[in-house]
């Protein structure tokens, strides 16, 4: 089982062992998941399963996705997305993380203040669970753009020091985390760490944070020698 003492190389690790299991019983809930988004009538439509392997006792999100209206001709499967998420707690303290093996290994840790701030600011939907929050958020800001922050886009940064130094700016707005990476001796590859504090939309930032994330990403268009 995992626990919150455990390092990341740990966590990782346990995470990917379980990944072959997690693919066999998201897979076998895609029909059930089907029917259930074709009986909803709002898009985009989520349906999520809650799932402890009883091998480790660890639990997890399995949840599908669909911004499309099913009907005569399309594949219905192929436009469903789909994921699994695994539910961490530290005494009273509950994280929602997610995983990744881009290169190099990462875990995504949702804290429940970044998922709060996500669905006031955001979603708006008081009524939402954690649960349901976390699941909005991954399946709608899918592309995150890593991007460097300083003084103007966070002004509690020193507070922080070096862990502050990058943000996300997601389809939805902008996400403030922690970030790191720790390396163990006789692993070949560190495991990369963002840890989500809180969310902003962009409409709710002030003047000089948005100049500030435009700077940033004129920055990537300068590198093109545009």
């Known amino acids: 089982m995992i626990v919150a003492n455990m390092n990341l190389h740990e966590v990782y690790a346990s995470l990917m062992d379980e990944t072959p299991k997690l693919t066999w019983k998201r897979d076998a809930l895609l029909g059930k998941a089907v029917k259930q988004i074709k009986k909803s009538s709002e898009?985009?439509?989520?349906?999520?399963?809650?799932?402890?392997?009883?091998s480790s006792n660890n639990q997890y999100i399995i949840y599908f996705y669909t911004e499309h209206q099913f009907g005569p001709g399309r594949m219905v499967h192929a436009t469903v997305m789909s994921d699994f998420l695994f539910v961490m707690f530290d005494g009273n303290k509950r994280f929602v993380i997610k995983w990744t093996d881009q290169g190099i290994p990462e875990v995504h840790i949702l804290t429940s203040h970044f998922l709060q701030r996500y669905k006031e600011r955001f979603l708006k939907q008081p009524d939402l669970t954690a649960n349901d929050v976390a699941v909005r958020y991954l399946s709608r800001n899918s592309t995150m753009r890593p991007m460097n922050i300083d003084e103007r886009i966070n002004k509690h940064i020193k507070e922080y020091g070096e862990y502050a130094g990058e943000g996300f700016l997601v389809q939805d707005g902008f996400c403030f985390k922690l970030s790191g990476e720790e390396k163990v001796e006789g692993e070949q590859q560190p495991v990369r760490a963002s840890f989500y504090t809180t969310f902003m939309p962009l409409t709710e930032m002030t003047d000089s944070q948005r100049e500030a994330i435009f700077e940033e990403c004129m920055k990537d268009v300068d590198d093109l020698g545009y």
């Open 43 to 54: 898009l985009p439509a989520f349906v999520m399963y809650d799932y402890k392997n009883p």
